[in-house]
């Protein structure tokens, strides 16, 4: 009998989805947006339907398929709890395989959606063979999935691989958006390089192409900086001093192969990764200075590989 | 047929031994010193005699042995081979697995000596029970191990838990004696407990028990604490805000259930373990901010129980 498995990546505003042979190739994939009104309760019962529908379209029954991996922006305990997550409207506590198993009667494992990335980017990604990777998640914020030969570190309460919130600079004096100081995600990420570039723009008399741009983006910054701006290159340096020690202190815990920049801002490509493992090789350890730093492959479909995979280790 | 394990601490003055019934109870335990001499050739055929003549004395078998673990000063790759490893004079990769074999034909497993006591207090020690445990053994320099799942995190370079180097202060001058400058056990160990308490001594007049004493050591900076001594709680703040945040740091990437501080200066005890939990607070994410903080309970002889529980981890 030939199986099947499907990623589910939820997110805030829509909710993937991938069909994969047992063999990880992924046969279809589409999505629906996310309903996160009346605190969420029709998003378990939305996957539950879409994927029934789609077992239908393609003629597979229960026995066919393996189970769903399911990856969520919120913090996953062992068995697939979520804590809380406010970006679907869950403010307490739910349980996703029980909630599923209700639509549909089959394995179900659950992931934090950063986590599920990394296993991706190491499954069929450009971390593919290696079973000890980093991913960092450069967007709006920093997300991180770190993995362990070859298993997601989910932690104790979920909250393995928060590297965004590694406190790096006890005198900052602007709260993160978690309510901390100082954390990693406040310098590395796409708004504190907005941010630095509007401190630099005020502190400094200097010309710079960004004074020209009405409302700056990071993607305006690394533009700049591939033209030559003087500007926006202590932008970017200001940057790749905190990744790089933000990764060299990661690397003292887990001593990764390889870290993977992913997210949007790692559209930046070749500099961004030049930058950050310049800093990372003079903060790192002498033991893993030389580690391998590379740019995330799959794009948005980590999440749904990640998460087929997740069916795969669990099965 | 009943079985037995040996477990070895192989450090730089002494090498440790235990041999255990295969439930884990320590039935002997004894040392002999580490010959470092000649690049430390002798040290593996010492310890294969020493074994041997114990499982003579004690009427074992080759067959009652269900193997011997070892844990080394330094960095162990997977397959049990040792990068360097200064203290015992090894200059080039030394395969301990094949090394001992020809002494001694029983299963071999190795780890790095701060991960195994970690290993160690997991199983028999203070974080019995949790799967998930950092440990910090706070001595002249700061040693780390992580357990994830139970298991060592060893790392793709053997430098897992390397915690000592994480970068904590870019603007630090002095050198780390890893080559960095600073590096969390510049500050959150003996040495910077001694350092530091120098420094206040010389910047400000203010009065301290701690002029009275000729040769500074990291114990009387806490027994002056403990004294209430208002320049010595000022080394001991100063020690905590690093400690503490490293931890927080640390916690970001593995998320452990407890933290345990060993090492010498762990006897300070409950001052030590408060000021660095209450650093630890300030500092942490929310989702691990209540993370347990205890004593090491094992002693020295935390190596020898990790060694043992390799060995029953590898059968």
Redesign the interface.
Known sequence: MPYWGYGVDVGGTSIKFGRFTAEGELENQWEIPTDSSQKGKNILPDIGRAIRRDMQGRGLRRENVLGIGIGVPG?VDGRGHV?KCVNLGWDTVVDVPAGLRKELDVPVHVGNDANVAALGEMWKGSASGRK?VVLFTLGTGLGGG?I??G?M???????????????MN?DETLPCP???YG?LEQYASATGVVRRARELLAETPAGSLLRAVPELTAKDVWDCYARGDALAAQVVEHFG?YLG?GA??????????VFVLGGGMSKAGTPLLEVTRKYFRQ?A????RD?AFTLASLGNDAGIYGCMYLVLQGY
Do not use: M, Q, T
Not at 285 to 288: E, R, V
């Open positions: 913090p804590k000890n770190v362990i030969g298993k570190l989910s932690g104790s309460n979920g909250a393995g691989g928060e590297v965004g919130h590694i406190p006890p978690c309510g901390n954390c001093r020690r060299a202190a990661v690397a003292c815990v887990a001593d990764p192969e903060y350890f002498h033991a893993f580690c």
